[in-house]
């Protein structure tokens, strides 16, 4: 007797966002969503939700960016569940969010406090995330991204694959 065949289940994205990218913002903190971030998608949505994303401590506050149809499921799924500490945790920082609209040149005005807490001035850099977006400063997106890269490298450090590094020819550790 034949097995019943199994049915995998791939959940579709209406957008996927893909690339990063810096931008400048102007002194009305106005700034252009680069064109690798919208390409390809005919149907860009022109309504957005910014989010701040501030986990405290050592981590850098950046915002997230995404389409309102996206942030109102999460507006649902705060309101649908009874008290949990993750979900409080998320009707708070749903407070710090705010709708905006992009204008036909792909541009949005960041909200000044938004801005400000995220340490976002002169430029922001736009790094895609599949179903949102995120916007940071550079500087601090270029030290966090140092951070994740040394703790990958502390990681991947503390594998032992194949043995020590003594064990490797020449040609290996040229490679």
Known sequence: MDAPEKKI????????FRGREKSPVDSKRRTCI???IRQGMEDFPRRWTLLLW????????FLKMF?????MQLYQCC????FDANQDLLRRSLANSVDVDVDSLWRLTLPKELAEKAK???????VSAI??????NPGLFEWRERLDNAKLAAALDSLSLSGDAESLSDDDKRQ
């Open 9 to 16: 289940i791939v959940p579709t994205r209406k957008w996927i």
């Open 34 to 36: 680069p064109a690798v």
């Open 54 to 61: 501030d986990r405290g401590g050592a981590e850098p506050p």
């Open 67 to 71: 389409p309102v149809e996206t942030a």
């Open 79 to 82: 309101t649908k569940a009874k």
């Open 120 to 126: 976002i001035s002169m430029e922001v850099f736009y």
């Open 131 to 136: 179903d949102y977006v995120e916007l940071w």
